[in-house]
């Protein structure tokens, strides 16, 4: 679906950040939360998830049997092909509505556009990979809004549905929980590596098709082995979302290294230095709450840390994870667990070989 416009714009060029989302620094995520989240939560029962938790939406109930979700999300390009690039946005969007435990029902785009330097067409492109997406998804796309801006971004904000005796939270992991992980890590390291010219073909291609696939069977699998506590690892890493679950639970975390799943290429990327200024931020953030033994190697740790765009789910499965783990496989899903929610010190992660 490319146009000649789309073989002469490098779509990565125009990002300032190199191969991440440009998210909010997880300092900076924190502090807004500390200083302006608890003065906005409204007093209203039925606001089952607001600001003050820092979650992955907010969640509203109707009645006892419907509960209202509402998302947004939104950044620059993250790989060349346009299409592809509408597709990455809208499987990120949705994610955090599967991170709730709902299903997406309707979405508005989001986009800003630099008119005078790309051709529409472009971000025609751009709305058609993601109406694709949504459309897998059986989420309708509705309209949106668009503003004119130097850089291009893109995204939707989403309304889903939930019961609400059926949602995940970051608030609800248990001492004993396993964690499993649904989707490899290295996205960040291989968008860095794209927009440097150092990507291969085959590395964007696994970045892209774990991107694009959509944490609908995760999320359904989570909710049918009970859990209650999950998040989906994004722009603050694995480690970095972690944390948040694990201090707003008021637990700690072992996490075996061996364990997390890769993308290819991934590792080697890393130690060739491909490593984005969202990772490095979220390694410093975490630097006093991440213990991580002397046997694991740099480069691992540093993809623990990788700022991901549309990763998998981390779900905190209540005892075993054999159950859940043979029912996401069957759903064509590479998850694994990869550590277990402990007692201790409140966001703590030790993080050894296993």
């Not at 989420?139 to 889903?160: E, F, L, R």
């Not at 590479?334 to 409140?346: I, L, M």
Request: net charge negative; charged share 20%.
């Amino acid at each position: 679906m490319s146009t000649p416009a789309e073989q002469i714009v490098r779509l990565t060029s125009l990002s300032p950040g190199a191969g991440c989302a440009c998210k909010l620094p997880l300092a900076s995520l924190e502090e807004l939360i500390r200083e302006f989240g608890e003065s906005v939560q409204p007093a209203n029962t039925d606001l089952l998830i607001g600001m003050a938790e820092g979650d992955d939406a907010a969640v509203l109930r109707l009645d006892d049997d419907r509960a209202l979700i509402l998302t947004t999300d939104f950044f620059t390009p993250i790989v060349d092909r346009a299409y592809d690039w509408g597709r990455v946005a809208a499987a990120n969007a949705l994610s955090d509505v599967y991170a709730m435990g709902g299903r997406p029902l309707i979405a508005l785009n989001l986009a800003a556009w630099p008119g005078a330097d790309l051709p529409i067409e472009l971000l025609a492109e751009v709305m058609q990979g993601a109406a694709a997406v949504a459309s897998e998804a059986g989420c309708m796309v509705v309209g949106g809004h668009t503003i004119d801006d130097p850089v291009p971004k893109y995204g939707m904000a989403v309304v889903g549905m939930a019961h609400p005796d059926r949602l995940f939270a970051i608030d609800k992991a248990m001492p004993g929980d396993e964690l499993v992980l649904t989707k490899p890590l290295g996205t960040g390291v291989i968008a860095t590596a794209l927009k440097r010219g150092a990507a291969e073909e085959e590395q964007v291609k696994a970045a892209v098709d774990s991107m694009t696939t959509l944490n609908a069977s995760a999320s359904e699998a989570a909710l049918a082995a009970g859990a209650r506590a999950a998040t989906d690892v994004t722009g603050f890493g694995l480690l970095g979302h972690l944390h948040r679950m694990l201090r707003a639970s008021g637990v700690s975390a072992e996490i075996h290294a061996r364990e997390v799943p890769l993308l290819p290429g991934a590792l080697e990327l890393a130690s060739a230095g491909f490593v984005s200024g969202g990772t490095r931020a979220n390694i410093s953030f975490l630097a006093d709450a991440v213990h991580v033994d002397d046997g694991v190697s740099e480069d691992l740790s540093v993809l623990l840390h990788d700022a991901q765009t549309s990763g998998g789910l981390l779900i905190a499965c209540p005892g075993p994870s054999a159950g859940l783990l043979a029912d996401l496989r069957e759903r064509g899903l590479p998850a694994v667990a990869v550590g277990r929610v402990t007692e201790g010190a409140a966001g703590e992660v030790a993080v050894g070989n296993g």
